[in-house]
Each structure stands twice: as structure tokens, then as C-alpha cells.
């Protein structure tokens, strides 16, 4: 199956500060969206972006599916964002199923 | 609109004992997906289903099954529970197979 890595896996930042989420995955993917689980477990829709650029508020995320890899910015960071952030990847399986794969997840505590 | 409503929000069972979860998907979803999260990893994809038909399996064993009724809700059924079994149970539902996913707040369960 495919392989999705997420880096770094912690991150610690101050308030303010501006802030970098990789997802690396080894094979074409029909579609990737980016997710933050807040602390009560539930997990909040942030990117649908199979390819390209998009922006929401402080947030933006870049796929580069040529090069199967997405980045998820968070600029100005506030800590309401602590939280657990995952990018997820469906791909094509054999025999005409698509298996909606997450990777382990960046766990990311904003202090004030 | 109203989400995707899982139920219930949490459940104690027994090692050896069954547990049937509950989803209801977004009006117009016709596709349902089941995940497992245990603390500290990504969810775990278990089945996808799609106009009332399994579309996709997970690495779990034959004691998770799931079912698909018509008005597009959904059970998952564990039996013979492990503690091992004991986790976040997710759902999601999506327009389609390759839509974007629109998660529940999860069941956590509890084995004892």
C-alpha cells in the first residue's frame, strides 16, 4: 500500500510565530486533504487540495502532486491551532477501490 | 445542514463481549468510511462503503464487519472484543468513493 510520512512529528512554537507541516507520500493519489484534531478527538476539515494552491486566513497549503508531496503553512499562530494536524491521501487500489490512507500526524503545542 | 452524527459518544464493554457503533451521514452522502484510532497513531482505515455495497477493506480481522442501510447510515459491528480493541471509532461520509471526507466526532470505546 502507500506510504504517507508526516514531518516534523512535535512542534513547539511561541504565539506569533510562523510555522511549516510536510506530508511526503510514494505514490500518485487521487485526492489529499489536510486535517487538525483538537483535543476532544475530533478532526476538522482544513485543505481538500489534490493539487495546487490554496488559502484560509492565517492557513495556506501547496500540493506538488508531480512530486508527491503537500506543505500546510500556519503563519501568525495562535493556540487555539495546539492541536494534532494529519494529512490524509485516497488512492487507487486494485480491483476499483479507493483506501483512504493518514499518515502518523505533527502535534503542535502554541505557547502564549 | 446537520454533520456526520455517530452514536454513542462513548461505550464500556467487556473483553468477549459486542459492540454495534452507529453513523449518520451528511443528506446527500451516499458514501460511509469507518476508521480506528489509538492514541498517538493516525486513524486506520477499516471499511468504505458506497451505495449500499462494501467498496473498500482494511487490514482488520473478519470480527469488524459493517453494513450500509438504505438511507445511507451505517453500522460497524465488532465482536468477540479484544482489549486491544479499545480506541476512537470514527466515521465519515463523502459525496462519493473519491470525495472529500466529512468526519464524526468519534465513539470512544472502551474495553475492560
Known amino acids: 500500500g502507500i506510504q504517507v510520512e508526516q514531518s516534523p512529528p512535535d512542534l513547539i512554537l511561541q504565539e506569533g510565530a510562523n510555522s511549516t507541516l510536510r506530508c511526503n507520500f510514494s505514490d500518485s493519489v487521487n485526492n489529499l486533504q489536510w486535517f487538525h484534531q483538537n483535543p476532544w478527538g475530533q478532526l476538522i476539515n482544513l485543505f481538500y487540495?489534490?493539487?495546487g494552491t490554496k488559502q484560509n486566513g492565517r492557513l495556506s497549503a501547496t500540493t506538488v502532486a508531480t512530486e508527491r508531496y503537500s506543505l500546510l503553512y500556519i503563519s501568525s499562530s495562535q493556540t487555539t491551532d495546539s492541536g494534532v494536524y494529519f494529512c490524509a491521501v485516497l488512492w487507487y487500489a486494485a480491483g476499483g477501490s479507493y483506501i483512504p490512507t493518514f499518515g502518523r500526524g505533527t502535534s503542535l503545542i502554541v505557547h502564549p | 445542514d446537520a454533520g456526520v452524527t455517530q452514536s454513542p459518544t462513548h461505550l464500556i464493554k467487556t473483553r468477549g463481549q459486542h459492540v454495534t457503533l452507529r453513523c449518520s451521514p451528511i443528506s446527500g452522502h451516499k458514501s460511509v468510511s469507518w476508521y480506528q484510532q489509538v492514541l498517538g497513531q493516525g486513524p486506520q482505515f477499516i471499511f468504505q462503503y458506497y451505495e449500499k455495497e462494501e467498496r473498500g477493506r482494511g487490514n482488520f480481522p473478519d470480527r469488524f464487519s459493517a453494513r450500509q442501510f438504505p438511507n445511507y447510515s451505517s453500522e460497524l459491528n465488532v465482536n468477540a472484543l479484544l482489549l486491544g480493541d479499545s480506541a476512537l471509532y470514527l466515521c465519515?461520509?463523502?459525496?462519493?468513493?473519491?470525495?472529500?471526507?466529512?468526519f464524526g466526532n468519534g465513539t470512544r470505546l472502551t474495553v475492560t
Open positions: 487540495i489534490p493539487s
Open positions: 465519515a461520509s463523502s459525496l462519493k468513493q473519491n470525495s472529500p471526507l466529512h
